[in-house]
């Protein structure tokens, strides 16, 4: 069973340039998280999406936005690129069929895509 | 709002020793479920375990346990038999049932070194 694949691993942008991350979830799981890990924030929620809609979103600005595709992938993106949008960026995909099933809002994570902006 | 406080931000442990990792919680939804997840080094998350709100018991899963008491809003994991592997960031979140849909808030971490 594949696992939550995220692309690219690594990338390195500069101030002011955008750029678009993408997370395959495990197939079957129809909710997909993004989250932002910093040393100083810790594992910061970004959104949720789930059958293709934006069930939550984080406290970020407008320049970070996503979506979800028919068959679940999901991609995030960040406009105007800031020195302090270096990051660790997790995506997570889950059943999510309700908290009383255990099992279905356990989330399992990517590796993450790490970006530098300089 | 909820919230999630890891009050230890790195413990010692000694190989084959259990040790316990805090995590206290605040929420006013009547569901929820507590989950721990473990970093390695490599940066991938791992879930250990998970304990529903209305749960009667305390989770297990091999070596892991949850600690749970529901009144005190605390859900500590417990470690037992520790290995150098288990030397990681160990992650407590939570999910809330009936209001914020999908979104899971974590602790600040604790970074469990195992020696050996």
């Known amino acids: 069973k594949a696992g939550v694949t995220q692309t690219p691993r690594y990338l390195i942008k500069t101030r002011g340039q955008q750029v678009t991350l993408s997370c395959s979830p495990i197939?079957?799981?129809?909710?997909v998280s993004w989250y932002q890990q910093t040393p100083g924030q810790g594992l910061q929620f970004l959104f949720e999406y789930f059958s293709e809609t934006q069930r939550n979103k984080g406290n970020f600005p407008g320049r970070f936005s996503g979506r979800q595709f028919s068959n679940s992938r999901s991609e995030m993106n960040v406009s105007t690129l800031e020195l302090g949008d270096s990051a660790l960026y997790l995506c997570a995909s889950s059943l999510a069929a309700g908290i009383g099933l255990a099992g279905a809002n356990v989330l399992t994570f990517g590796a993450g895509s790490r970006l530098t902006v300089l | 709002a909820q919230k999630i406080t890891q009050t230890q931000p790195g413990m010692f442990v000694q190989e084959k020793e259990a040790v316990t990792l805090d995590c206290t919680y605040d929420?006013?939804?009547?569901?929820?479920?507590l989950f721990w997840y473990k970093q390695p080094s490599s940066g991938e998350m791992i879930f250990l375990i998970y304990q529903g709100s209305y749960d009667q018991q305390n989770a297990t899963e091999g070596r892991y346990s949850l600690n749970f008491q529901k009144a005190r809003k605390s859900a500590n994991l417990v470690i037992s038999a520790s290995q150098l592997g288990d030397s990681a960031m160990y992650f407590c979140a939570m999910r809330e049932g009936s209001t914020n849909a999908g979104k899971s808030t974590f602790g600040d971490g604790t970074t469990l070194t195992v020696k050996p």
């Open positions: 929420t006013s939804d009547p569901s929820y479920g």
């Open positions: 197939s079957g799981h129809r909710s």
